[in-house]
């Protein structure tokens, strides 16, 4: 864990002190930055292995950061901070391309353990094989997935959501366990974040009959397997 470097970008500098203390304690190197042009430089200058992103910040905001830093092929896995609690501007941040988020005012030890789980996921995508189902594919190590073998445009967020269904194709899949999965746990995100990001990838895999993506009531989603 030592080894492994944070970016805390937040404008409250008490803030930023307290998560830097904390993330410290736990035994990660942290730099920090309180604004989102001083965060981009940081990055190009040395990537680190996760960045902590206030979702509001002075000059460049913290959806611009993420979109910046995806544009660049960046995947550094990003948890955003945010005092808002529409479940738009969550969406906004995930479709940014940010990872994961905390809705202001967090506990430290959810903090921790959204880190701990970003940087573990980070850190299996290394290694594995591609997951194949309905015609896609996905490749966990590149982060790519692929329709009948023709890139889909995804972002982080959709990516995650549909690794996570095609992982567990031919199964009915509980929906809290995507929650879980795939956002880190019902405690603070919106369920209603999981109907939009389905919607979303119906579209992009041209789900017209929702027969590929099965919305199973009261229970979850199927995916299924051709």
């Not at 994961?100 to 789980?117: G, H, M």
């Not at 594919?137 to 329709?147: C, N, V, Y």
């Not at 099965?214 to 051709?226: D, E, K, W």
């Amino acid at each position: 864990m030592a080894d492994e470097k944070i970016l805390i970008v937040e404008d409250d500098r008490t803030i930023a002190r307290f998560v830097e203390l904390e993330l410290t304690h736990a035994g990660y190197q942290v730099d920090k930055a309180t604004d989102g042009a001083a965060a981009l430089e940081m990055i190009e200058s040395g990537t680190p292995d996760l960045i902590v992103l206030d979702l509001m910040l002075p000059g460049v905001d913290g959806l611009e950061v993420a979109r910046r830093v995806r544009a660049s092929g960046n995947r550094v896995p990003i948890l955003m901070l945010t005092a808002r609690s529409e479940t738009q501007d969550v969406v906004s941040g995930f479709e940014a391309g940010t990872d994961d988020y905390l809705r202001k005012p967090f506990e430290i030890p959810e903090l921790l353990s959204r880190v701990a789980a970003l940087l573990k996921r980070t850190a299996h995508e290394r290694v594995g094989h591609p997951l194949r189902a309905s015609g896609v594919e996905i490749d966990l190590q590149a982060r790519r997935a692929t329709l009948e073998g023709d890139p889909l445009d995804l972002t982080a967020k959709e990516f995650d959501l549909l690794a996570y269904l095609v992982a567990n194709a031919g199964t009915v899949i509980p929906r809290d366990k995507i929650l879980a999965a795939v956002w880190g746990g019902e405690r603070s995100t919106d369920s209603n974040v999981i109907e939009v990001f389905v919607c979303h990838l119906r579209n992009k895999i041209g789900d017209r009959e929702n027969t590929v993506i099965q919305t199973i009531r009261g229970v979850g989603y199927f995916f299924a397997l051709n």
